[in-house]
């Protein structure tokens, strides 16, 4: 049968799919929209299955703040290629997927997340409507990842997110005390800052567990000693570069302030207000694990 372009361009507007996608669905549906929109939903799934295997080694982070500004979200998005990952449509559908997860409110629940009706369209779920997107790509989409930070209830505080440029690193902080809000807010996007390029794993040096710091301790003693430095020499020489070294670049209030390496991240923080704290910090990569 003849399929009108009037009928293509409406199932195009209902299902974003591609005009070849959209007119073969209708001609193999003998004309009726819905059996088509099946027929599109299907292909999605039957491309998943295929492309399952297939590694999603680009995407984006991105991020959003609640209405009150007291809870943010991050995502982790990946798909296959660096083209699929700065396509709208892909964006959008990261943009729908924070909606999601501000709704849910808390970690852990990715399964209800892919299991609640997409925004876009309710008799879709998120699920179907990755599955969806993946047939128009003819790439795997793979919503890794996600985190949820906030404001203490009761306590006076901002969240701040960071996206880096290139839409591979995001970071959320938590910032707490009793400074104005609009010099915290200041503050806490520094540190978000720092954070996106310094990587720390932990907020403080007694975070980081005793074996690891011990384990690092008798590298550098070990190295002193091939150095030709006596053994009791050699362990004060480790303790020097492991608190210089390794514990500076773990631990985020160790660290030098990316703008000014004569202050310390808590250094800063004192020097803003005795009271101000980072309560919580979250870092997302493309790429890692």
Known sequence: MSISPQLIKTLRDETGAGFMDCKSALEQAGGDVEKARLILRE?????????????????????????????GALIDLRCETDFVARNEEFLSLADELLQHVLAVGAEGQL?????????????????????????KTGERIAFQNYAIARVPDGENGVVDIYIHHNKLVGVMVVLTGSADKDAMQN??????????????????????PAETLQQELEIEKQRAINEGKPENVAENIARGRVNKGFVQKVALLEQPFYKDESKTIGDMLKAAGNDLKVVRFVRLEVGAS
């Open 43 to 71: 292909k999605g799934a039957i491309i998943a299955s295929k492309r399952a295997s297939k590694e999603v080694n680009q995407g984006v982070i991105a991020g959003a703040l609640s209405a009150d500004g007291r809870t």
């Open 111 to 135: 399964d209800a997340i892919l299991q609640r009706p997409s925004l876009a369209d309710s008799s879709l779920t998120v699920e179907k409507q990755i599955e969806l997107a993946i047939g």
């Open 187 to 208: 503050l806490a996007h520094e540190i978000a800052i720092q954070i996106a390029w310094s990587a720390p794993q932990y907020l403080t040096k007694d975070e980081i």
